[in-house]
Each structure stands twice: as structure tokens, then as C-alpha cells.
């Protein structure tokens, strides 16, 4: 049965260095988590910035097509949980934001001996089971 399921690596990072990740910028620290994505034709992005593309991308084409919009828009537009979100990150594989366990696995892997460092607070496995991912407030449910 876990075979039906994808993952995603997600880590969080201190606070100065998320924002290097976030703004691209060429920091010495932040190379080991770097050369690892490479190796795994990986990348980073921040959950904000996915948040707020998601955000405008359903202002421009309807927001009555977009079932998260109002649940997104409320989470970037609180203080709290826009600093909470600029720090975390989603690992890309291949240009998808899930992959296989096995992706996952390796990722995972060489990442995890990086936390509790300067730059990677934690790294936290997900899996597309719909059972094991919380969902969004009733209040934001049509």
C-alpha cells in the first residue's frame, strides 16, 4: 500500500540563512545543503514563497477555482506565520515537489547528519497519505 504513496523532504532553517536560501544568495554555509540538492537534481523552496505564488496565481486567473486561496491568503498575511513559513522549505526533486520514497530516502539520508548545525534547524519526511496530512480549518472549507 505505500508504494501508491509519494514524499517530500521538508527542513527548516535558522532564520539569516533561510533568507540567504530564500534570495539565492552564494552564503559558504548554506553549500553542503546545496551540493547535496545538486546531487539529487534537487532544489529548495520556501513554503512562503509557494504560498504567495499560489496567492497570486489565483488572483490573476479567479480565486473561485483556487479551494486553498482563502486559508493561503490568511496564513502569508499573518506576522507569525510568515516568518514560521519563510524559514521552512520544500525539497523539489526534478522539478516536483513530491517523488519517489526512494528520492526521498536518499535525501533525506545525507541531510539529516546537517541538522542541529548553523543553518538546518530540522528535516521532517511527508508523505501524500491524505490520513497522515492535517487539513485546513473548517472555516476555510466550502
Not at 532553517?13 to 539565492?24: F, Q, V
Not at 548554506?30 to 532544489?43: C, D, G, M, Q, S
Not at 473561485?64 to 493561503?72: A, G, R, S
Not at 541538522?115 to 490520513?131: E, F, L, Q, R
Amino acid at each position: 500500500m505505500s508504494d501508491e504513496w509519494q514524499y517530500q523532504i521538508r527542513l527548516q532553517m535558522d532564520e539569516a540563512h533561510a533568507e540567504s536560501a530564500r534570495a539565492e544568495v552564494d552564503h559558504p554555509e548554506l553549500k553542503p545543503v546545496f551540493e547535496i540538492l545538486t546531487r539529487h537534481n534537487a532544489t529548495l523552496k520556501s513554503q512562503y514563497d509557494a504560498f504567495a505564488g499560489y496567492v497570486a496565481e489565483a488572483e490573476a486567473n479567479g480565486v473561485e477555482n483556487y479551494h486553498l486561496y482563502e486559508w493561503t491568503k490568511a496564513t502569508i498575511e499573518n506576522p507569525a506565520k510568515e516568518r514560521k513559513y519563510k524559514q521552512a522549505f520544500t525539497v523539489y526533486v526534478d522539478g516536483n515537489e513530491v517523488y519517489d520514497k526512494a528520492a526521498a530516502d536518499a535525501i533525506e539520508a545525507e541531510l539529516t547528519p546537517l541538522v542541529g548545525g548553523n543553518v538546518v534547524k530540522s528535516i521532517a519526511k511527508h508523505d501524500t497519505n491524505p490520513a497522515n496530512n492535517p487539513q485546513m480549518p473548517a472555516k476555510y472549507r466550502k
